[in-house]
């Protein structure tokens, strides 16, 4: 049998909001109207996902106040926080808003692999509902934390925990290309074709982005809320936080944004900022008409945002760094590679998908050849990736 992994566990909020019944549905299968308990007690429970077993070690505490420092060291070691509030009841929403994820805000550290799940309890009381669904879910998008509502009296929590735990072990990359992620990174970091520059550090510095990404992904109002937010920041914070913009926050990193982001009355929408959000806009990009530069290939035009091409090949990113090629908007194609692998690269270079139209021998070699020809920024062996997928393909001819 393989090693359980743990999960600790910890269960807040507002002491009445059903968090302790809930524990105890949990892992009893059984429903108490009230459960009582003295300052902390911890209970454990075995989950089975995707045939791997989780332990998770789940600690349920009251609130006093004079625990604060067992209390932080609780936060500390923790990885996935469970927020509970009474649809019923307001104040218990507003408890976990003003003290419970404060507290989280306040001790958590910022290596630490956690995740953030937002219940809204007693569903079942819905004609006593006084804390909309809406409400939930903005919060939860706020600080990137996975929302649901349920009911400790009357659903069965084992496939609702089933679901928070595979969000916590996911996180919140989806099924993006990791390596993009990083060449977009990496891109930001060289400031290569930028066309507009933020003042940082109360107007002493500048850091540069590239517009047309950033207004699509964060829409026009908030990019100017991003100018005023970043004109306070340090140079450090400042390119964190852009950094996140063209990237997405992993989940470990919302308490650092969000720190960097409390004291101002200026916000960008989170939920923006996270990959699977970054999935749609780049899928959205890809058949957008928002492209600024066109490759002329057999006579075809094939529309593409210059930052991706600069981010995945290093041919595109030597021909955009020279001055004179600031501005070219449109070009006839001079590597040689055809239509038919230009477009199968153009899907690979948004969305990752590489197996589409390499259905024989001939496609196989020339799409590694065009590979070899434009350079390809990764971290890995793209070529063993290609093959992986490609051999995965029964159809695909490798002879």
């Known amino acids: 049998m393989s090693e359980r992994q743990e999960i600790k566990t910890y269960f807040m909020g507002q002491q009445g909001c059903g968090k302790s019944t809930n524990a105890f549905k949990f892992v009893k299968n059984h429903f108490v109207e009230q459960y009582d308990h003295i300052i902390e007690e911890s209970f454990q429970k075995q989950l089975t996902i995707n045939e791997k077993e989780y332990w ?35 104040s218990s929403f507003q408890f976990i808003k003003d003290q419970e994820y404060k507290d989280i805000m306040k001790y958590a550290q910022e290596e630490q692999d956690y995740s953030l799940v937002v219940v809204g309890n007693k569903k079942d009381l819905e004609n006593e509902r006084q804390v909309s669904t809406q409400e939930g879910e903005e919060f939860a998008d706020e600080i990137g934390a996975y929302f649901v509502e349920s009911s400790a ?10 679901k928070i735990v595979t969000f916590h072990l996911e996180g919140t990359t989806g099924d993006l290309p990791q390596d993009l992620l990083e060449d977009l990174g990496n891109l930001f970091e060289k400031q290569i074709l930028i066309d507009y520059q933020f003042e940082i550090n109360n107007g002493e510095q500048k850091i540069g982005c590239h517009r047309l990404f950033l207004e699509q992904r964060l829409g026009e109002e908030h990019f100017g809320n991003l100018k005023q937010i970043l004109f306070d920041l340090s140079f450090e914070k400042a390119k964190f936080v852009l950094k996140s913009a063209y990237c997405g926050l992993y989940k470990t990193n919302y308490i650092k944004f969000n720190k960097i982001l409390k004291n101002s009355k200026i916000g960008i929408p989170r939920n923006l900022l996270k990959f699977k959000k970054l999935q749609n806009d780049l899928n959205e990009m890809l ?30 990113e030597k021909l955009f ?10 070009l006839t194609d001079q590597t040689g590679i055809s239509l038919k692998i230009w477009k199968i690269l153009q899907t690979y270079i948004y969305s990752g998908e590489i197996i589409e139209g390499i259905d024989d021998k001939k496609a196989y070699k020339e799409l590694f050849k065009a590979l070899k020809t434009l350079k390809v920024h990764s971290n890995f062996n793209l070529k063993e990736h290609f093959k992986k997928k490609i051999k995965s393909n029964q159809d695909c001819i490798l002879m």
């Open 321 to 330: 760094s020279k001055k004179e090629n600031q501005e070219i908007e449109k």
């Open 153 to 162: 009296k009357t659903d069965d929590l084992v496939p609702l925990f089933e």
């Open 287 to 316: 058949n957008s008409q928002t492209h600024d530069f066109c490759l002329l290939v057999e006579n075809e035009e094939i529309y593409f945002h210059k930052i991706f091409l600069i981010a995945r090949f290093g041919y595109f």
């Open 56 to 90: 998770l070690d789940i600690l349920d505490t009251r609130d006093f106040e004079e625990y604060s420092s067992m209390r932080e060291s609780f936060i500390r070691h923790t990885n996935l926080f469970v927020l509970f509030y009474s649809i019923t009841d307001p």
